[in-house]
T-cell receptor
Framework: RKEVEQDPGPFNVPEGATVAFNCTYSNSASQSFFWYRQDCRKEPKLLMSVYSSGNEDGRFTAQLNRASQYISLLIRDSKLSDSATYLCALYSSASKIIFGSGTRLSIRP | DAGVIQSPRHEVTEMGQEVTLRCKPISGHNSLFWYRQTMMRGLELLIYFNNNVPIDDSGMPEDRFSAKMPNASFSTLKIQPSEPRDSAVYFC???????????FGSGTRLTVV
């Protein structure tokens, strides 16, 4: 089983919609979690860290569910510019971050 | 802050040739990571350094791959000899504190023909 798993999508939603996707992880000892955004032919960029209490940044909300071992990302009032691939990541043992394969999101006008 | 700088941006080489990818981390960051990204396998960690010392190279696919970090401001990833299946985007990333996430460079798109 992969350490981090994501639905590859694509998620195709209309502008203004709310969209959410999850990411499951297998290592219950994982301590830190992240969401990265990657645009086509660009590098991944940190979108937000995921804290135990959940956190919100504008239209973006990240949640952590330790009992079920998943993290989620919710995007409200989606914009065309939100179209990208969203990678979840976790800080595993030995000081390294493991990435999921990413979920493709496409926002249509 | 110039960010993580990688060179070259694109590399096309023939099978069997040596390829050297370069990375300059963000000044002050003490950890450096080399990743490879392909459609099939996603983003894979190849090797990482902490304070210029290789910590974990378990992701390096074969002996054809080697990485060095001679000082805090420079690292190389070398493939010798290169093969078509090495074609991928190679990212370098650096961090001051891993728990705060990484900053990635723009990547090197390698094509081996």
């Amino acid at each position: 089983r992969k350490e981090v798993e994501q639905d590859p999508g694509p998620f195709n939603v209309p502008e203004g919609a709310t969209v959410a996707f999850n990411c499951t992880y297998s290592n219950s000892a994982s301590q830190s979690f992240f969401w990265y955004r990657q645009d086509c032919r660009k590098e991944p960029k940190l979108l937000m860290s995921v804290y135990s209490s959940g956190n919100e940044d504008g239209r973006f909300t990240a949640q952590l569910n330790r009992a079920s071992q998943y993290i989620s990302l919710l995007i409200r009032d989606s914009k065309l510019s939100d179209s990208a691939t969203y990678l979840c990541a976790l800080y595993s043992s030995a000081s390294k971050i493991i990435f999921g394969s990413g979920t493709r999101l496409s926002i249509r006008p | 802050d110039a960010g993580v700088i990688q060179s070259p941006r694109h590399e096309v080489t023939e099978m069997g040739q040596e390829v050297t990818l370069r990375c300059k981390p963000i000044s002050g960051h003490n950890s450096l990571f080399w990743y490879r990204q392909t459609m099939m396998r996603g983003l894979e960690l190849l090797i990482y350094f902490n304070n210029n010392v290789p910590i974990d190279d378990s992701g390096m696919p074969e002996d054809r791959f080697s990485a060095k970090m001679p000082n805090a401001s420079f690292s190389t990833l070398k493939i010798q000899p290169s093969e078509p299946r090495d074609s991928a985007v190679y990212f370098c990333a650096s961090s001051l504190s891993t728990v705060d996430g990484y900053t990635f460079g723009s990547g090197t798109r390698l094509t081996v023909v």
